[in-house]
């Protein structure tokens, strides 16, 4: 099963609003990356965090590591269509890299 | 620069028929390679991960098997497709901690009829 679990499940957004997914491990995280998968397509690279409370910024997308390196968030201001997919949050650990379940965001325009 | 070919793009195949996907890398040597299998509308199951050629580590019990071949060559494989193996297939690969930024193939749509 999955090691790291993402909530919500679902993501309904007003365009323009802003909203927070977040990834949640029951063990301390060695790194958190983050991916973003557009309808029929294959998930793609969006960032790495390592350090501890680590924050990063890409535009309107702000990825935070929890201090304890067991939870991160992404958290998207000002929502566009464009920012419609599913958002996955995955571990590296040795050789394996394991995904969470994903939050899949619709944008109602 | 990197890349990595996955084909086909869709494939439709009949139960109890046998199945073969192939992965190749491009511009890097000794990769992790990967194989996840996708629901509709669900996350990324891990199904295989190769650190080198001729291993390889299975994550769920299942109907498929993995190969790698080559260096750059990952293959996903069954003896007889089930219904259940129906699903968009995923082979990615990444480097060594800590640039381990996973690059992902197109992905083979399978349905299994």
């Known amino acids: 099963g999955q090691q790291v679990m993402q909530i919500p499940q679902y993501q309904h957004v007003q365009e323009g609003e802003d909203f927070t997914t977040y990834c949640n491990s029951s063990?301390?995280?060695?790194?958190i990356q983050w991916y973003k998968q557009r309808p029929g397509g294959h998930p793609v690279f969006l960032i790495q965090?390592?350090?501890?409370?680590e924050v990063k910024k890409q535009k309107r997308l702000t990825f935070q590591f929890g201090e304890a390196k067991k939870n991160s968030s992404l958290h998207i201001t000002a929502t566009q269509t464009t920012d419609v997919g599913t958002y996955f949050c995955?571990?590296?650990?040795?050789?394996?890299?394991?995904f969470g379940g994903g939050t899949r965001v619709l944008v109602k325009p | 620069s990197q890349t990595i070919h996955q084909w086909p793009a869709t494939l439709v195949q009949p139960v109890g028929s046998p199945l073969s996907l192939e992965c190749t890398v491009e511009?890097?040597?000794?990769?992790?390679l990967y194989w996840y299998r996708q629901a509709a509308g669900r996350g990324l199951q891990l199904l295989f991960y190769?650190?080198?050629?001729?291993?390889i580590s299975s994550e769920v019990p299942q109907n498929l098997s993995a190969s790698r071949p080559q260096d750059r060559q990952f293959i996903l494989s069954s003896k007889k497709l089930l219904l259940s193996d129906s699903g968009f297939y995923l082979c990615?690969?990444?480097?060594?901690?800590?640039?381990?930024?996973?690059?992902f193939g197109q992905g083979t749509r399978l349905t299994v009829v």
């Open positions: 063990t301390t995280l060695s790194n």
């Open positions: 190769s650190v080198g050629i001729g291993q």
């Open positions: 965090l390592v350090k501890s409370g």
């Open positions: 995955a571990k590296a650990a040795g050789n394996k890299l394991t």
């Open positions: 990615a690969w990444d480097g060594i901690y800590p640039n381990t930024e996973a690059f």
């Open positions: 511009g890097t040597s000794n990769p992790n």
